[in-house]
């Protein structure tokens, strides 16, 4: 887990890497490992390169991280996790 805390699963987005992608997990049930973070760490997670090393990736093409987080945050923005 990238982040550690309190909040049930229900709080917090769920990430995979996956052939060569990050991709926010949004139904929580892509296989994989997967690496959790509660929408105010998804900024955090993105400056501390967080995720790549919870998720032992390697690879990616430049700026799918951060799409991929982009795309949680943007979505957070508008609401909770549902
Ligand atoms: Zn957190």
Known sequence: ?????RAGQDELFRFVFASGEY????TRRAPGRGAYLHASCLDDA?????LPRA????GSR???LEAALAEARDWALGGVPA
Request: one cysteine or more.
């Open 1 to 5: 887990m990238a982040c550690r805390g």
């Open 23 to 26: 991709r926010w997990d949004r």
């Open 46 to 50: 993105r400056a501390r390169r967080a």
């Open 55 to 58: 998720l032992r990736a390697a």
């Open 62 to 64: 430049p700026g799918q």
